[in-house]
């Protein structure tokens, strides 16, 4: 089973600043078949990046996903006050699809 | 607009099953093929299987040998997901998702309905 690892756990930010999260892979990803979610307390998690690079619809464009094998980056240029939250990569390349663990995103 | 309708929280004993249903709207329901995650308190998700509606296929996680069922019923656009021998370390929020071009992301989700294991 391939295991994702994200860092780092928390990251306290500013409205305004830039964000990099971080998820590493255990064993590279099939056909770079990676995802990131944010997730708020009490909803679901939702969708803002799918095969690394690709934003979801209705995404901002402030929102970047890059990377490729095994090392995978979330980029958030300039934090709005409802980017906060808690953001999970995820790999659906092989079953059974993996999420990390998640890094935490709070305001400073 | 695509919307997906959980059933309500469930408590149930050790051991015992529980059957949750998602009533997809908006969208062919046989386009796509829906899966179930769930998310125990606090921790990151966790992704049990996917059925195909159109056929009945299915595939599920390693993790859930034998104990996870996923149907659907193509008249009800509703997909459903039985869990067996359940023990208290299934207590979680089981959510419903859509994966986009039958691949494995998600781009719509269901509520969340929350089973809790008790004695």
């Known amino acids: 089973e391939l295991v994702l690892t994200q860092s780092p756990g928390t990251l306290s930010l500013s409205p305004g600043e830039g964000a990099t999260l971080s998820c590493r892979a255990s064993?590279?990803?099939?056909?770079?078949?990676l995802a990131w979610y944010q997730q708020k307390p009490g909803q679901a998690p939702r969708l803002l990046i799918y095969?690394?690079?690709n934003r979801a619809t209705g995404i901002p464009d402030r929102f970047s996903g890059s990377g490729s094998g095994a090392d995978f980056t979330l980029t958030i240029s300039r934090l709005e006050p409802e980017d906060f939250g808690v953001y999970y990569c995820q790999e659906y390349g092989r079953s059974p699809y993996t999420f990390g663990q998640g890094t935490k995103l709070e305001s400073k | 607009q695509v919307q997906l309708v959980q059933s309500g929280a469930e408590v149930k004993k050790p051991g015992a099953s529980v059957k949750l249903s998602c009533k997809a709207s908006g969208y062919t329901f046989t386009d796509y093929s829906m899966h179930w995650v769930r998310q125990a308190p606090g921790q990151r998700p966790e992704w049990m299987g996917w059925?195909?509606?159109?056929?009945?296929?299915?595939k599920y996680s390693e993790r859930f040998p034998v104990r996870v069922t996923i149907t659907r019923d193509t008249s009800a656009t509703t997909a459903y997901m039985e869990l067996s021998s359940l023990r208290s370390e299934d207590t979680a929020l089981y959510y419903c998702?859509?994966?986009?071009?039958?691949?494995?992301?998600?781009?719509?989700w269901g509520q969340g309905a929350l089973v809790t294991v008790s004695s």
């Open positions: 059925i195909n509606p159109a056929n009945g296929n299915t």
């Open positions: 998702a859509r994966a986009g071009s039958w691949s494995g992301w998600f781009d719509y």
């Open positions: 095969d690394v690079f």
């Open positions: 064993q590279s990803v099939t056909n770079n078949y």
